[in-house]
C-alpha cells in the first residue's frame, strides 16, 4: 500500500507583513475556507476535553447545510477527553491525520495513527487520549442518527484507510477512486465519511447536482473545483462546504494524487416538516 500523506493545520499567526487577501469565500450554496484561515485565534475549546482545541468546519445553519458538524480537534500530549459527546443522538467517524492517539470504545482500546478511522454510534459509550509525545489531530464528524423502524442500528467499528484498497469509478481508467469504509447498499448507515482519490488528470465529468450536502477537506494534492457557477482553486488544507444541490464538479491539477475526505448524508427520505 501506498504511503499517505494527511494535511493538518498548525495554527500560529501570518506574520503583520503578509497581504491579507485569501481565498475564504461564503455563498448561498457553498463555502470554501482555506487552510490559511485556520489560525490560532478562530479555534473553540470544548466542554469536559483537556489540552484540546478545535477548529470547527461546519456546523448546521438554517437555510444552507443542515445535517451534520465537522470539527479538526487537535490534542497536546496527554489531552482528550472521557465525555467526549454531549448529544445522545449524536453519531461520528473519526479520522486521524497527525500523531497518536488512544481511542476507547465500548471499553476496548484502540490505538489510532494517521489514516485511522473509527466509526462511533449513537449513544456509545467512548473516550480519547493523546498518549503520545507530540500532538495529535483527527477530523471528527457528528451527525444526528435518524433510526428507520424495521431497520438495526449501525455498530461501531475501526479501521484504516491503508486497510482499504480505492475502488475506481466506472470508465474511469482508475484515475477517479472512492475509499469506501461503509457499503453503499448497508441502509443502516445514513451518512458516508468516504475518502475520494483522483489521479492527475483525472476529473467529475459532469455537473453533479443533487440532495446530499457535502463536507470536503483535502487531505493531500490540488485541483480546480467547480461549485455552483464559479471555478475555485484548492490545495491540500481547504475545506469545501456544499449545500444540498450545489453543482460540483473538478478536475485534478496535479503533479501528485488529489484526496479529500467527504462527508455526504445518504439512505434516509428527506424529512417534510421541521423538527
Known amino acids: 500500500m501506498t504511503a499517505r500523506h494527511y494535511f493538518t493545520p498548525t495554527g500560529g499567526l501570518p506574520s503583520q507583513s503578509d497581504l491579507m487577501t485569501g481565498r475564504a469565500v461564503f455563498t448561498d450554496a457553498y463555502a470554501v475556507i482555506p487552510k490559511g484561515v485556520m489560525r490560532d485565534i478562530v479555534t473553540s475549546a470544548l466542554p469536559h476535553w483537556q489540552g484540546a482545541r478545535a477548529w470547527i468546519l461546519a456546523r448546521p445553519l438554517s437555510g444552507f447545510a443542515e445535517t451534520f458538524a465537522q470539527y479538526i480537534v487537535e490534542l497536546a500530549p496527554g489531552g482528550g477527553s472521557d465525555r467526549p459527546e454531549p448529544d445522545t443522538e449524536a453519531e461520528a467517524v473519526l479520522f486521524v491525520v497527525a500523531g497518536e492517539m488512544q481511542l476507547t470504545l465500548a471499553g476496548k482500546v ?23 509525545s507530540a500532538p495529535a489531530s483527527f477530523h471528527w464528524i457528528r451527525k444526528a442518527y435518524e433510526p428507520v423502524d424495521g431497520l438495526q442500528a449501525p455498530t461501531a467499528f475501526v479501521t484504516s484507510d491503508q486497510a482499504h484498497e480505492p475502488l475506481a469509478m466506472p470508465d474511469t481508467d ?4 472512492t475509499t469506501r469504509f461503509v457499503e453503499p447498499d448497508d441502509l443502516s448507515h445514513d451518512m458516508h ?55 460540483q464538479a473538478c478536475y485534478a491539477a496535479g503533479p501528485g494524487p488529489f484526496r479529500y475526505l467527504l462527508y455526504k448524508d445518504v439512505n434516509r427520505h428527506p424529512a417534510l416538516r421541521l423538527k
Open 174 to 177: 482508475g484515475r477517479w477512486a
Open 193 to 247: 465519511v468516504n475518502i475520494v482519490t483522483f489521479q492527475p488528470g483525472g476529473v467529475i465529468p459532469f455537473e453533479e447536482t443533487h440532495v446530499m450536502e457535502h463536507g470536503l477537506y483535502v487531505l493531500e494534492g490540488k485541483a480546480v473545483y467547480k461549485l455552483n457557477q464559479d471555478w475555485v482553486e484548492v490545495e491540500a488544507g481547504d475545506f469545501m462546504w456544499l449545500r444540498a444541490f450545489c453543482p
Open 110 to 132: 484502540h490505538v489510532l495513527t494517521p489514516g485511522g478511522y473509527a466509526y462511533i454510534p449513537a449513544g456509545a459509550s467512548w473516550q480519547v487520549r493523546n498518549t503520545g
